[in-house]
């Protein structure tokens, strides 16, 4: 107990310490950082090398102000971005300017390389810190924690210091979610509840910032754990949503005799692949008021969840398994990289298994320069061994043709029904047509594609493999027909459904179907690797580092383009404001990325 407790105290130390920035390791650093931009400006002035632009706005001032002293330090004003700056800011870059304005060029230059050599000074580490003597347990010590002296430590070695306090910071935060993740109550009333009889925070508050009320609900009001909270809410948040989510599309699909809306002919798609109707697509993202992508992408996610716990028949997630297992056969074989090349293909457009049938060509599927080598690879792959062959019957359905033809029938009517309510000048009268047209190109041809009906995977590369297939044949080409994957989607879907619908197939979806199985709770996924969490701002006196700088050329989440380094720098004097690389820059704490 003592040991843990001793091991929090360092880590909360390591954190007010680390992410804490020194206004007395600022000071003089920031007036060497502002000495060095006015006496580039006067540089720049005194040899003219103005952009067009700058001159234009140059002249302008000339207009306006006839001291040239007063008309140089507005253009400086404008030059480093300082309107928005506090009268504090602008007086000191004023003491500046009038210490220099009069200086010849080789006093300029010679205080520059001065200001130049006290800045690399300033930024150079002292050996005091180190990557490899910082630990958690061994933090640098003090005489003044909250304002050390540059006698103690080097800036340098400060921003370091911050560096690994960050990353032990974002591990806690990390081992405290998935301590506490599990002990948060499932509704957000009932925490706000419990918070309102253990706390004297209004609930207007507790709503809006419900980190608060998880603050009270676990008794712990630390800053850092407070991090980790604001977190765990607003993830328990969204999974509450989603849970939602899945239960409304459960019952699109699976509508009670009251419903006004059914989509149970959604059904037999979504079990049999990883895409949904359009028009499916289109209600939910209505519904949910958000993009069609990310309603596909979310619907995607549930169904590979829920793939290991439907039929065989179903799953699609464990025919890569089989495509590899195959391909490891056939590479066994090869003799060439052509061949290598046309294993890698069929594996990837999960067809390999049709390779020995001798009534099947996927030369369609192929470069013409392979066609030759499919031919010789496809005479000498006759039969598979035992093992691979049973593997293969076990995920491959046979749809015969009269149940695939009954299908076809059945899918067919329903879009006539569906085109007798439509305007004859709409467009959706005209899609149904076209979909008609390629229904009927499908039936006609399913003599020609027999031995591939016997061996059909559920999934979209299969069907997309076989609608490839369809559109090379002599009628789609004399009518023009290049896309028949939506048509053959919808109409395997349902002569699967004939096929394992008596067999309890769409009830066991059912059973999976639910928010337990499509959406783990926050912090808990199988998959999850991350060791560290991000740290979101919540106070105004810690100071965070980023990674990576900005591209020039890049535009950022709002819509504004990424500024240049230098300039950054420039903004954070002048008006303290947040940069999008380096550190994050709060109006109180004013900090620069060395």
């Not at 809006?208 to 809410?233: C, F, V, W």
């Not at 023009?480 to 067999?503: H, M």
């Amino acid at each position: 107990m003592n040991r843990n407790t001793s091991s929090n105290d360092e880590l909360l130390r390591t954190y007010k310490v680390g992410l804490r920035c020194p206004e007395s390791l600022l000071m003089s650093f920031r007036d060497l950082m502002r000495r060095q931009q006015l006496l580039r400006f006067l540089q720049r002035l005194h040899s003219n090398k103005f952009t067009p632009k700058q001159l234009k706005t140059f002249e302008g001032l000339a207009q306006k102000y006839k001291d040239p002293r007063i008309l140089a330090f507005e253009q400086f004003k404008r030059y480093n971005s300082l309107q928005h700056a506090n009268e504090l800011v602008i007086s000191q870059y004023k003491t500046f300017f009038d210490d220099y304005f009069c200086f010849s060029d080789i006093q300029l230059l010679e205080e520059l390389e001065l200001v130049n050599e006290l800045i690399v000074e300033r930024k150079t580490q002292d050996g005091q810190l180190n990557s490899s003597t910082f630990s958690k347990t061994i933090v640098p010590t003090f005489e003044n924690p909250a304002n050390p002296q540059s006698t103690e430590i080097s800036l340098h070695d400060y921003q370091l210091l911050a560096n690994k306090s960050l990353k032990l910071i974002c591990a806690h935060i990390n081992t405290f979610v998935k301590k506490n993740i599990d002990k948060l109550p499932e509704t957000r009333a009932e925490l706000i509840q419990v918070a309102l009889n253990t706390t004297k925070i209004s609930k207007s508050q507790l709503k809006t910032h419900p980190y608060k009320a998880a603050s009270a609900y676990l008794g712990s009001g630390r800053n850092i754990d407070q991090l980790a909270m604001e977190q765990m809410t607003g993830m328990m948040e969204v999974y509450r949503n989603t849970r939602n989510k899945v239960d409304y599309v459960k019952k699109l699909l699976y509508p009670e005799q009251d419903d006004a809306t059914d989509f149970s002919e959604v059904l037999p798609v979504l079990m049999t692949y990883y895409s949904l109707p359009k028009y499916f697509l289109y209600y939910a993202s209505k519904a949910w008021n958000v993009d069609m992508g990310w309603v596909r992408n979310m619907l995607v996610g549930w169904r590979r969840k829920i793939d290991l716990h439907l039929p065989v028949k179903f799953q699609v997630e464990s025919l890569t398994a089989l495509m590899n297992n195959l391909a490891m056969y056939c590479k066994a074989q090869v003799t060439g990289e052509d061949e290598l090349r046309v294993i890698c293909l069929l594996q990837k457009r999960h067809v390999l298994h049709l390779i020995h049938e001798p009534s099947v060509d996927l030369t369609p599927l192929l470069p013409k320069r392979l066609w030759a080598t499919y031919q010789a690879l496809k005479m000498r792959l006759k039969v598979w061994t035992t093992a691979l062959q049973l593997e293969i019957n076990i995920h491959c359905t046979d749809i015969g043709g009269e149940v695939f033809v009954q299908a076809g029938e059945q899918l067919y009517q329903s879009v006539e029904d569906i085109l007798k309510s439509l305007d004859s000048g709409s467009i959706g009268y005209k899609n149904s047509r076209t979909f008609l047209k390629k229904l009927r190109l499908i039936l006609a041809n399913v003599d020609h594609f027999g031995p591939v009906l016997t061996y059909y995977l559920p999934g979209n590369k299969f069907t997309s493999a076989l609608a490839r297939l369809f559109t090379q044949l002599r009628t789609a080409k004399e009518q023009r027909i290049t896309r028949l994957f939506t048509a053959l989607r919808g109409l395997v879907a349902l002569a699967f459904a004939r096929i394992y619908d008596p067999s309890g197939a769409t009830d066991q979806f059912k059973r999976v179907f639910t928010p337990e199985k499509c959406v783990a709770r926050p912090y808990r996924s199988k998959n999850r690797t991350r060791s560290y969490l991000p740290v979101n701002l919540l106070f105004n006196k810690y100071v965070i580092e980023r990674q990576a700088y900005p591209d020039k050329k890049k535009i950022n989440k709002n819509g504004i383009p990424s500024i240049h380094p230098i300039s950054c720098r420039r903004v954070c004097f002048s008006a303290g404001k947040r940069l999008p690389f380096g550190f994050a820059y709060i109006p109180h704490q004013r900090f620069v990325n060395v």
